[in-house]
């Protein structure tokens, strides 16, 4: 088994703090288990890709109480991929350990933290490294070794976070499909801190309700999770150098919520670096936003469906690391609100410079009381030559079916 999590010694120190409780109850066990088929339609683009990987996941939650006001969770992930040795590997979304007051809370160990509020992509949502070899998209995350503490007020909760140790993205081998061209290069990945994983980030976050508008401000000091690529020649081929660069990002993310309108987005400044024409890192200052609306329409026809319209712009200046520069995406929402909680979620994202599309489709129905059935899908159209990001998946639309049973 390959396991993903490689924390530093500081990581490891980290997460050892949550044995130091005595235990006080049992241990409870949750979780889901279950299989995958993951299809894709067109030909792979080198011998070692497959039109189809089956798979399957077990994905345990363990609780255990320690004490009155205190708990340790933690949350293990492992998948079996049979036509995938990059895809088959484990790693700890969570080991921590929480103790909570009335005004306050620590959290020690291995941990995932979510922030943001948009459909389409989440800019200020940075604590956790993408689990690329996992998501469609960029919704599966690693944990991420970090003491946090929590303060709750009446003005708002205010989080600190010393995040021990840097993960880089696993893109796996050629056995993985949407690989980029040229491939990856076989030689260590290059840092801009000379610590390199052995990093020591903090990240801060401020949040708090105001009736009908949730506000968010963050900052984030720290290796940029997204990485930057190095043109390299590497036995007389090309190939492309992953490098992390050190940034410092400050974040706004609100929701407000009218009626059955709801208003969101989320900016970013990037205070980073960049590589110049002799491929040394200087300073570069962007932007980036993404703002929209959903509106639902409810019970339809006097049915108990409900649609969702979304709409979200997406702005980025900084090409290099995103296919988001200028692209709308529209989405609907399809809730049925029946018994079995089914949706169904289309996706449409044009870039509005090169009129490249990428579509995607998620539909999940529950089974049972243990059960539930997920469908998604994702494809391109209309693709742009000069769109490398978008042409990365030009060979690769795919329909993913999973079935988990909870435990």
């Known amino acids: 088994m390959k396991t993903l999590l490689n924390p530093s010694p500081a990581g490891i120190l980290l997460s050892g703090l949550i044995f130091f409780s005595p235990p006080s109850q049992a241990l409870e066990l949750s979780g889901k288990g279950g299989g995958e088929i993951l299809t894709f339609f067109q030909e792979a683009k080198s011998p070692e890709q497959h039109p189809v990987y089956p798979s399957v996941f077990v994905e345990p939650e363990l609780y255990y109480s320690t004490g009155e006001n205190s708990e340790i969770k933690a949350k293990l992930f492992y998948r079996y991929n049979a036509n995938s040795p990059s895809q088959t590997r484990g790693d700890i979304r969570e080991l921590m350990f ?5 005004e306050w809370e620590i ?3 291995i941990g995932k933290v979510f922030w943001g509020t948009t459909e389409s992509r989440h800019l200020v949502d940075v604590v956790n490294q993408i689990d690329l070899l996992e998501s ?5 995350r690693l944990g991420q070794p970090m003491l946090q503490a929590k303060l709750i007020k009446a003005w708002g909760t205010l989080d600190i976070m010393l995040l021990a140790g840097f993960r880089p993205v696993e893109f796996g081998n050629a056995d993985v499909r949407s690989q980029f061209l040229p491939p990856l ?5 290059r840092y801009q801190s000379k610590d390199k994983t052995n990093t020591l980030d903090m990240a801060v976050r401020w949040n708090h309700s105001f009736d009908a508008l949730d506000l968010g401000l963050s900052y984030f000091s720290g290796t940029q999770r997204t ?5 390299i020649t590497e036995q007389n081929q090309a190939k492309l150098l992953p490098v992390y660069v050190q940034s410092q990002q400050i974040g706004l993310d609100a929701q407000v919520i009218v009626n059955d309108l709801l208003l969101k987005a989320e900016f970013i400044h990037r205070d980073s670096h960049k590589l110049n024409a002799q491929n040394q890192f200087t300073r570069y200052q962007t932007n980036a936003l993404v703002a929209g609306f959903e509106y639902t329409l409810v019970g339809i026809g006097d049915s108990v469906y ?5 709409g979200e712009y997406l702005y980025d200046e900084w090409e290099s690391i995103t296919p988001f520069q200028k692209d709308w995406m529209t989405g609907l929402r399809w809730v049925f609100n029946d018994t079995q909680s089914t949706e169904i979620l289309m996706g449409h994202i044009i870039d509005l410079d090169d009129q490249s599309q990428i579509w995607t489709l998620e539909a999940s129905r529950r089974i049972g009381e243990n059960w539930k059935a997920e469908l998604n899908g994702r494809w391109v159209s209309n693709v742009n030559s000069d769109n490398y990001f978008v042409k990365t998946y030009q060979q690769d ?4 079916f999973k079935v988990s049973y909870y435990f």
């Open 397 to 400: 639309d795919l329909i993913n």
């Open 185 to 189: 290069a076989n030689q260590s990945t």
């Open 227 to 231: 990485p930057l690529f190095q043109f």
């Open 306 to 310: 409900d649609l969702g319209l979304i």
């Open 136 to 140: 469609l998209d960029d919704e599966a």
């Open 98 to 102: 929480y103790q909570y007051a009335d």
């Open 107 to 109: 959290h020690a160990g």
